[in-house]
C-alpha cells in the first residue's frame, strides 16, 4: 500500500491521553481475571472481553492520531506485518500445544472440529466458524466445547486490525481533499459507525442472539466506543475527587456487571455498554494521583505484571479449562481444581511471554525489510498448517480405507430385516470412523433459486435447500423443521433420486415447524410462518416433519405446542402432511460412548423402556388422533431393537451424538422409509 502523507498539522498533546498508562496496563489484568474466573467457576458472560476491544481500539486510535498529527506516513502494509507479527506467534504455540493436547485427551470424534477450529483460529476466522454452527457459549458443561471457542474474541479483533487502519487512511484522504480537521473526520466516520453497529446489533441480539455474539458486523460499536473515547479524552476535565469517584465506580460497575445483568440472552447488545462505559470510566478518570484512587490499585505492580501477561493468559486458560475437563469427564472443575487450572495457565502464559513473544518482539531483523516480517510470518503459519495438514489427511486415508469395505461389513439397519439376507461380522471397523462420525449428518445442498427461489429474508442461503431437482419431477416433498427432519434427508434424498421426485427442505436447528406460540423464539416463529407462506406458494404434493419432540428425562416424548393447530391450517389449503415420530434422546453421547466403553457396553445400550415413552398408544399416535387428516410414521423400531436402544447397529455408528442419527445409519433404513412413507402418502 502507497505511503500517505497527511498534511494535517501536529496536534499537541495536553497530556491527557499520551504515554505510558498504567492504569490501562491494570485493567486489562482485571479484565482477564473476569473473563478467567467468569469462565471457570460462574459459568457466566463477565464483560471482561468488551473491555478488552475497547481498549484495543482505544490504544490503536492514540498510535494512529500520534502518527497522523506529527505528520509520519501511514505505511498500512508495514503496520499490518508488525501487528500480526507480535500477535501470531503465541496464537501458534496455543494452537500447537491444544493439539497436542487433544489427540491425548479428547474424545476421537472431537479431533476434526478441533482440527477445523485450528484453521479458524490461525486465520482470524474463529467467531464466523462459531456463529455458523450457532453454538452456544453459555453452554454450562465446558468439556464439551471446543478448546479453542475462545478464539472467537480474537479473531473479531484480527478483522478489526484490519478494518481500522483502513478507516484511518479513510479519514486522512477524506480530511486532505475536503480541507477539513482530521478529528473531526475520524469523529463522523466512527460516530456513524458506531450508531450503525449498535442498532444492528441490537436487532441481531433481539433476532438471532446465538447468531450475533460471534458477529463482527454486532461488535464493531464496542470498538468504535474506544475510538470515540481517545478522541473525546483531551476535552474531559474532572476535578480530583471526579476522578476518584470515577474511578471506583468504573472498577465496582466492571466487577458486578456479569452478575446483575442478564447475560444469558441480551449480550452483544445495548446490555453490552455496562462494561464499555465502565471501562471507559476508569480510562477517564486517568492517573488521580491520590492514595485512594483507583489508579493506585491499578498500577500496582502486581496488576501491570498481570496485565503484561493478559494476553496469553487468555489464549491459554481456555483449552486449559476445557482439556482438563475433557480429561477428568466432568462438567466443572471445582474450586481446588480451578485453581490448579489458573495457576497452570499462568505458567504457560509466562513461559509463552518469557521465550516466545518477547524475543520475537526484540528481534530487530523482522522490522528491517517488509520481506522479513512476511518471512516470519510464513514461518508461524507454516508451523501449524505442515502438521495440522499431515494430521487431517492421516484421518482422511484412514476413514476412506474404512468406508471402503462398508457395503461388505457395515449393513446397519439391514441386519434388523431377514429379507435384506445379511450379517454384521464381528471384529470389523464401525463406520462412519471415529474421527469422521461428529460430521456425518445429511448435508442442504443448494440453496432454493429459480423455480424454488424466495425473497423470504429467513429463508436465503440454507435456510430453504434444494435436495433433489429433477426437470421434471413426477412429485415434490418439503421437508421442513428442526435438524430431526434434516437428519432423515439421508433416507429421502436417495429415495427422491429414484423415484423422480424433488425434494426441498426448510431446515433450522431448534426449531420445530409449529403454529405461531409466544413460547417459541422470535426467530423460529419468523421462521415458520415464512416457511408456511412458501409452501402455499410452491404447493408440494407433501410436506414431511416430525410430530413429537423428544426429551432425555421422563416423559421422554411431547406433543410440541401449536404444531397440531399449525398441521390443520396447513392441510385445510390442500396440502396433505407426514409427521414421524421423534428419535429418542439420551443424558451421554452415544457415540463417544463406544469410544471409551465399546459397543457393547451396557452404558452404550441404554434400556428402551429409559428412553422413550412404552405406553399403549405412542405419542404420535395421540398427535394424529388430535389432528384430523395428519399421516404419521414411527422408525423408532429400527433405533430401539430387543428392548434396548444401542449405539450401534449392524457395525453402523447409530448417533453422531446424544440424539441425531448419523446420516450413514438413517441412509441404511432408506427401504425402511420408504415403506412406511409410502404407506402414509398411498403412493
Not at 486 to 509: D, S
Request: hydrophobic fraction near 45%; charged fraction near 15%; charge should be neutral.
Amino acid at each position: 500500500m502507497s505511503r500517505i502523507r497527511p498534511s494535517v498539522p501536529r496536534r499537541e498533546s495536553n497530556g491527557t491521553g499520551g504515554g505510558y498508562r498504567p492504569e490501562v496496563q491494570g485493567l486489562r489484568a482485571l479484565a482477564v481475571l473476569m473473563v478467567v474466573s467468569y469462565h471457570i467457576w460462574f459459568g457466566r458472560v463477565s464483560g471482561g472481553v468488551d473491555v478488552f476491544l475497547l481498549i484495543s481500539a482505544f490504544l490503536l486510535t492514540l498510535s494512529f492520531l500520534r502518527k497522523v498529527e506529527s505528520g509520519r506516513p501511514l505505511d498500512l502494509t508495514r503496520h499490518w506485518l508488525h501487528q500480526y507479527k507480535r500477535l501470531l506467534p503465541a496464537v501458534v504455540v496455543v494452537i500447537l500445544g491444544t493439539l497436542v493436547a487433544s489427540s491425548l485427551l479428547v474424545p476421537q470424534s472431537r479431533w476434526w472440529d478441533i482440527m477445523g477450529q485450528s484453521w479458524a483460529s490461525l486465520f482470524y476466522v474463529q467467531n464466523w466458524i462459531l456463529a455458523a454452527d450457532t453454538v452456544d457459549y453459555y453452554a454450562a458443561d465446558h468439556s464439551q466445547a471446543s478448546p479453542l471457542q475462545h478464539f472467537w474474541s480474537l479473531s473479531v479483533q484480527g478483522q478489526v486490525f484490519i478494518l481500522w487502519p483502513l478507516l484511518f487512511l479513510i479519514s486522512v484522504l477524506v480530511s486532505r481533499r475536503l480541507q477539513l480537521k482530521f478529528r473531526s473526520v475520524v469523529l463522523i466516520v466512527f460516530g456513524a459507525l458506531f450508531v450503525a453497529s449498535l442498532a444492528f446489533s441490537v436487532w441481531e441480539t433481539y433476532t438471532n442472539q446465538a447468531f450475533a455474539y460471534f458477529d463482527t458486523r454486532a461488535r464493531l460499536w464496542e470498538f468504535a466506543i474506544g475510538t470515540l473515547l481517545a478522541l473525546a479524552l483531551p476535552y474531559v476535565r474532572l476535578p480530583r475527587v471526579g476522578r476518584i469517584v470515577a474511578g471506583w465506580v468504573g472498577v465496582l460497575a466492571m466487577l458486578s456487571g456479569g452478575f446483575l445483568l442478564d447475560v444469558q440472552g441480551q449480550f452483544p447488545g445495548y446490555v453490552a455498554l455496562w462494561p464499555l462505559m465502565a471501562a471507559a470510566l476508569v480510562i477517564v478518570a486517568g492517573q488521580s494521583r491520590s492514595a485512594v484512587g483507583a489508579d493506585r490499585f491499578l498500577s500496582s505492580k502486581p496488576l501491570v505484571r498481570l496485565g503484561n501477561l493478559s494476553y496469553a493468559l487468555y489464549l491459554w486458560h481456555w483449552p486449559v479449562l476445557v482439556l482438563a475437563l475433557a480429561w477428568q469427564d466432568r462438567p466443572t472443575p471445582g474450586v481446588l481444581g480451578g485453581l490448579i487450572i489458573i495457576a497452570v495457565s499462568l505458567v504457560l502464559a509466562y513461559a509463552t511471554m518469557r521465550f516466545v513473544e518477547r524475543p520475537l518482539r526484540a528481534l530487530a531483523w523482522p522490522d528491517r525489510r517488509r520481506l522479513n516480517a512476511v518471512i516470519v510470518l510464513a514461518a508461524c503459519l507454516g508451523l501449524v498448517a505442515v502438521p495440522l495438514t499431515a494430521w487431517q489427511q492421516s484421518l482422511r486415508i484412514e476413514s476412506e480405507q474404512i468406508a471402503a469395505e462398508a457395503s461388505r461389513n457395515n449393513p446397519g439397519a439391514l441386519v434388523l430385516d431377514s429379507r435384506f439376507g445379511v450379517t454384521a461380522p464381528e471384529g470389523v471397523p464401525l463406520v462412519p470412523s471415529a474421527s469422521t462420525a461428529a460430521h456425518d449428518y445429511a448435508s442442504l445442498h443448494a440453496p432454493c433459486l429459480g423455480r424454488y427461489g424466495t425473497d423470504a429474508p429467513l429463508l436465503q442461503g440454507m435456510g430453504c435447500s434444494v435436495i433433489v431437482d429433477q426437470e421434471a419431477p413426477d412429485r415434490t416433498i418439503l421437508a421442513v423443521g428442526n435438524s430431526h427432519v434434516q437428519q432423515w434427508l439421508a433416507a429421502i434424498r436417495p429415495m427422491a433420486e429414484e423415484n423422480n421426485w424433488a425434494v426441498v427442505a426448510i431446515v433450522k436447528g431448534g426449531c420445530q415447524y409449529v403454529g405461531h406460540e409466544e413460547t417459541v423464539a422470535p426467530d423460529c416463529n419468523g421462521r415458520n410462518t415464512q416457511a408456511t407462506d412458501y409452501i402455499l406458494g410452491l404447493r408440494p404434493d407433501v410436506v414431511f416433519t416430525t410430530g413429537t419432540y423428544s426429551i432425555a428425562d421422563a416423559p421422554f416424548e411431547l406433543l410440541p405446542g401449536g404444531f397440531s393447530r399449525g398441521a390443520s391450517d396447513l392441510m385445510s389449503q390442500g396440502i396433505p402432511m407426514v409427521a414421524i415420530r421423534d428419535n429418542p434422546r439420551f443424558h451421554q453421547n452415544m457415540m463417544e460412548c463406544v469410544e471409551k466403553f465399546g459397543a457393547s457396553s451396557e452404558a452404550c445400550n441404554p434400556r428402551e423402556a429409559d428412553a422413550r415413552d412404552m405406553g399403549e398408544v405412542s405419542p404420535i399416535a395421540q398427535m394424529a388422533a388430535i389432528t384430523p387428516g395428519l399421516s404419521t410414521m414411527d422408525l423408532n423400531g429400527y433405533i430401539c431393537v430387543s428392548e434396548t436402544c444401542p449405539a450401534v447397529i449392524g457395525n453402523v455408528r447409530v448417533y453422531l451424538d446424544d440424539n441425531h442419527l448419523t446420516a450413514t445409519y438413517a441412509g441404511t433404513l432408506r427401504p425402511f422409509f420408504e415403506e412406511h412413507f409410502r404407506d402414509a402418502t398411498g403412493w
